[in-house]
């Protein structure tokens, strides 16, 4: 996490894509990894369980006590969160609506249905 890209821009893309999946299922460390490598984005453990833990402290995210000490730590939204992630993604469409306005009018039905909870974007109109 050297350059200036990662610091000023990916890595609020990261925060913003754990929390998606915090919501959805719950993550832990190397999930987070793997779907992060996945998506074309090569983080260290390094990067990525200190940026969990700030996301925790900031109220976010909460990490469920594991049964077990060997078991991962699984963090799941907290309603904070989800109220950061519903304002988000309303940026996120207008935005992406802004810069990218092809692909949005490609997936419009997906930026409809992840707005419904938040501000309508200008594609749903
Ligand atoms: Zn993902």
Redesign the pocket.
């Known amino acids: 996490m050297s350059d200036a890209v990662t610091r000023e821009f990916l890595l609020a893309f990261w925060k913003i894509?754990i929390l998606?999946?915090a919501e959805e299922q719950g993550v832990y460390g190397h999930w987070m990894l793997e779907?992060l490598h996945?998506?074309g984005y090569r983080l260290s453990p390094g990067t990525l369980y200190p940026l969990l833990a700030r996301m925790a402290r900031r109220g976010w995210i909460r990490a469920a006590t594991p049964s077990r000490s060997r078991e991962a730590r699984i963090y799941r939204i907290t309603p904070a969160g989800s109220e950061v992630l519903t304002r988000l993604r309303a940026s996120l469409a207008e935005l992406q609506y802004e810069v990218t306005p092809t692909a949005v009018r490609r997936t419009s039905r997906t930026a409809r249905k992840s707005s419904a909870a938040g501000r309508r974007p200008r594609a749903a109109r």
């Open positions: 894509h998606h999946h779907e996945r998506h």
